[in-house]
């Protein structure tokens, strides 16, 4: 490779280079989504100058990190920009507004221009000490997708955690394909699997279980999440809530069928209470005391297809908004800073 000009990543098609010094030729590309993070940007930025100085001693391998301004309504992105690019490319995107994270980890992803890309938030919940290993379980173990788990869900309230267990189990559920239960964002693509995940056309994003469904050699590393260092987590319940529905209805059709199911149900009591009361008139000629069955029978009725009507919307609304096909993000600004001179990537 020439000095200083980066690698462009090679997109999918390319097999898979079988030996570490060829995979570690492709390059890391580490994308950071920033809302609102002034406060430790810099140190963090610190720390990753630190961790692409050891991936480059110990394999040769170019970092760049991107880190994407989600609209943050503080000097997040005057800091970004600023950031020196101290032995590895520094590139900038600032979308237009705030789009969420979800939309700041596809622009990440499509403007990564090295070939493996790892997730990783910018709050300092997710260790950079951390990523040499990933790379590692990359470069010389060959998996294409590592992703992070939490070890242990004690410091979450026992609502938040049932609340976990009710989605991971309703999301799994008649499914082909499991997504992991506690796996977080932070995890290290290979430049096949970030080349697939590029390819997956819905606006409608859920990455973590993208990043699972596209398969290839996939490894789970529980670890413990630091504590954020800076801010607030953007997440309240309302937040967490919306992200589950989204991502229920993204991957399953498990509330359809639930809904088919308690239909087939109710129907098949109503069926039999008729017929119990035929025979009740019939045979036993006894009066049938109707009002209170009735109003009963009409109310769980009108209930359950309320709900079912409401699921079914939440579907029309997923297809109305993926037929509109509008792009995801805008980007506002875009900058990319090379390795400096005098410490080249490679
Ligand atoms: N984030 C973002 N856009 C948003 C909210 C959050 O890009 O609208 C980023 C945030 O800067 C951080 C990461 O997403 O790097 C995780 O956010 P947060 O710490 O609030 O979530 P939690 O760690 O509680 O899941
Ligand atoms: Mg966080």
Same mark, same amino acid.
């Given at each position: 490779?020439?000095?200083?000009?980066?690698?462009?990543?090679?997109?999918?098609?390319?097999?898979?280079?079988?030996?570490?010094?060829?995979?570690?030729?492709?390059?890391?590309?580490?994308?950071?989504?920033?809302?609102?993070?002034?406060?430790?940007?810099?140190?963090?930025?610190?720390?990753?100058?630190?961790?692409?100085?050891?991936?480059?001693?110990?394999?040769?391998?170019?970092?760049?990190?991107?880190?994407?301004?989600?609209?943050?309504?503080?000097?997040?992105?005057?800091?970004?920009?600023?950031?020196?690019?101290?032995?590895?490319?520094?590139?900038?995107?600032?979308? %237009?507004? +705030? /789009? !969420?994270?979800?939309?700041? @980890?596809?622009?990440?992803?499509?403007? =990564?221009?090295?070939? #493996?890309? &790892?997730?990783?938030?910018?709050?300092?919940?997710?260790?950079?000490?951390?990523?040499?290993?990933?790379?590692?379980?990359?470069?010389?173990?060959?998996?294409?997708?590592?992703?992070?788990?939490?070890?242990?869900?004690?410091?979450?309230?026992?609502?938040?955690?049932?609340?976990?267990?009710?989605?991971?189990?309703?999301?799994?559920?008649?499914?082909?394909?499991?997504?992991?239960?506690?796996?977080?964002?932070?995890?290290?693509?290979?430049?096949?699997?970030?080349?697939?995940?590029?390819?997956?056309?819905?606006?409608?994003?859920?990455?973590?279980?993208?990043?699972?469904?596209?398969?290839?050699?996939?490894?789970?590393?529980?670890?413990?999440?630091?504590?954020?260092?800076?801010?607030?987590? %953007?997440? +309240? /319940? !309302?937040?967490?809530?919306? @992200?589950?529905?989204?991502?229920?209805? =993204?991957?399953?059709? #498990?509330? &359809?069928?639930?809904?088919?199911?308690?239909?087939?149900?109710?129907?098949?009591?109503?069926?039999?209470?008729?017929?119990?009361?035929?025979?009740?008139?019939?045979?036993?000629?006894?009066?049938?005391?109707?009002?209170?069955?009735?109003?009963?029978?009409?109310?769980?009725?009108?209930?359950?297809?309320?709900?079912?009507?409401?699921?079914?919307?939440?579907?029309?609304?997923?297809?109305?908004?993926?037929?509109?096909?509008?792009?995801?993000?805008?980007?506002?600004?875009?900058?990319?800073?090379?390795?400096?001179?005098?410490?080249?990537?490679?």
């Amino acid at each position: 490779m020439t000095s200083g000009e980066p690698a462009l990543r090679q997109d999918a098609g390319a097999g898979t280079p079988d030996t570490p010094a060829r995979r570690a030729a492709a390059g890391l590309s580490i994308v950071m989504p920033v809302y609102n993070e002034a406060g430790g940007l810099e140190a963090l930025h610190g720390r990753i100058v630190g961790v692409a100085r050891t991936l480059r001693e110990r394999w040769g391998l170019a970092c760049e990190v991107v880190y994407v301004d989600d609209g943050s309504r503080d000097r997040s992105l005057e800091i970004a920009t600023r950031l020196p690019a101290d032995g590895l490319d520094v590139q900038v995107i600032a979308l %237009s507004r +705030n /789009f !969420g994270k979800e939309a700041a @980890l596809l622009a990440g992803l499509e403007h =990564a221009r090295r070939g #493996a890309v &790892l997730f990783m938030d910018s709050d300092g919940q997710h260790p950079p000490s951390m990523v040499e290993r990933l790379a590692g379980h990359w470069i010389e173990d060959g998996y294409d997708v590592v992703f992070t788990a939490k070890a242990h869900r004690k410091s979450e309230s026992f609502l938040r955690r049932l609340f976990g267990r009710t989605f991971y189990t309703l999301i799994n559920w008649g499914s082909r394909h499991k997504i992991p239960e506690d796996a977080g964002d932070f995890r290290l693509l290979s430049p096949r699997a970030a080349a697939a995940l590029r390819q997956l056309p819905e606006r409608n994003r859920f990455f973590k279980g993208l990043a699972s469904w596209i398969g290839f050699r996939q490894l789970r590393i529980d670890y413990e999440p630091a504590a954020r260092e800076h801010g607030t987590s %953007s997440w +309240n /319940f !309302g937040a967490l809530l919306g @992200l589950s529905i989204e991502g229920l209805t =993204a991957f399953s059709v #498990a509330p &359809l069928r639930i809904a088919s199911l308690l239909g087939l149900l109710l129907a098949a009591t109503a069926l039999f209470f008729g017929i119990y009361i035929l025979i009740e008139v019939l045979v036993f000629g006894t009066d049938v005391p109707g009002y209170p069955s009735l109003v009963v029978g009409l109310m769980v009725l009108g209930g359950v297809q309320l709900v079912m009507i409401g699921v079914m919307g939440e579907y029309i609304a997923k297809i109305l908004s993926e037929t509109k096909g509008r792009p995801v993000y805008f980007v506002a600004e875009h900058s990319v800073k090379r390795a400096d001179a005098a410490a080249p990537p490679r």
